[in-house]
C-alpha cells in the first residue's frame, strides 16, 4: 500500500479562481480529514468525514468545502481563492472515528497569486 | 479552545546530548496527546502518543496535568533525530480533530 495519496503535487492559481484537491485513503480506512499548513505554522484542521459524512469542521470560511466518496476518498474545494489560501494542505486517513491514528499524504503545495 | 504552545522554535543540539522538546496544552478536561515528526522531505508521521506510554526511537514523553505539560524528551540525541516535531491534542466527544503546535526544529549536530 503507497499509504496516503494526493494529487495535485502543486498548484498555481490566481485569486478568485477555484480549486479541487483530492485525497486517496489507505485502503480499509474509512475516516478523512483535511488540514491546511500555512509557511512557518503547525497544521490547522478544516474537516473531517467519515462514511460520507461531514463529521467535523474547523474555524474556515464557507469558501472551503469538501466531500467523501462511496470508495472514501475525499476531494476538498476552495472558492474564490484569497492569497492567504496559499498553503500546504494535507490530507489524513484512519480506520474510524475515536482515537485512531491519522496517516498523513504528502500534501498538495496551492500557491494563489 | 484547546491550544498547544511549543514555545521554541528552534533548538540545536550536538550528537549525545540530551534534548527536551518542549509543549504545553490549555484544556481542562483529558486531552489525548500526541508527537508528529517530520524528517526532511518524508510526511508527517506519528512518533508516540501518552495513552500508549511507549518509548519510540529513545524519546519518551510524559503527561503531566499539573503543569500542563507533554514535554518529548531524549538521553542522548542522534543526528538522524534532525527533524520538525509538532506536538498536537485531540479531544473527544464528536469531533476527533488534532490540534497542532507551531513546531519545534531540531538540529542535532555532528
Known amino acids: 500500500d503507497a499509504g496516503v495519496t494526493q494529487s495535485p503535487t502543486h498548484l498555481i492559481k490566481t485569486r478568485g479562481q477555484q480549486v479541487t484537491l483530492r485525497c486517496s485513503p489507505i485502503?480499509?480506512?474509512?475516516?478523512v480529514s483535511w488540514y491546511q499548513q500555512v509557511l512557518g505554522q503547525g497544521p490547522q484542521f478544516i474537516f473531517q468525514y467519515y462514511e460520507k459524512e461531514e463529521r467535523g469542521r474547523g474555524n474556515f470560511p464557507d469558501r472551503f468545502s469538501a466531500r467523501q466518496f462511496p470508495n472514501y476518498s475525499s476531494e476538498l474545494n476552495v472558492n474564490a481563492l484569497l492569497l492567504g489560501d496559499s498553503a500546504l494542505y494535507l490530507c489524513?486517513?484512519?480506520?474510524?472515528?475515536?482515537?485512531?491514528?491519522?496517516?498523513f499524504g504528502p500534501g498538495t503545495r496551492l500557491t494563489v497569486l | 479552545a484547546q491550544r498547544v504552545t511549543q514555545p521554541e522554535k528552534l533548538l540545536s543540539v550536538f550528537k549525545g546530548a540530551p534534548v527536551e522538546l518542549k509543549c504545553n496544552y490549555s484544556?481542562?478536561?483529558?486531552?489525548?496527546l500526541f508527537w508528529y515528526v517530520q524528517y526532511s522531505r518524508q510526511r508527517l508521521q506519528l512518533l508516540l502518543r501518552h495513552i500508549s506510554r511507549e518509548s519510540i526511537k529513545g524519546f519518551t514523553a510524559d503527561l503531566n496535568k499539573g503543569e500542563t505539560s507533554f514535554h518529548l524528551k531524549k538521553p542522548f540525541a542522534q543526528e538522524e533525530d534532525s527533524a520538525m516535531y509538532y506536538c498536537a491534542s485531540i479531544t473527544g466527544g464528536s469531533n476527533y480533530k488534532l490540534t497542532f503546535g507551531k513546531g519545534t526544529l531540531l538540529t542535532v549536530n555532528p
Open positions: 484544556y481542562s478536561g483529558s486531552p489525548e
Open positions: 485502503s480499509g480506512h474509512k475516516s
Open positions: 489524513a486517513s484512519s480506520l474510524g472515528m475515536g482515537n485512531n491514528e491519522q496517516f
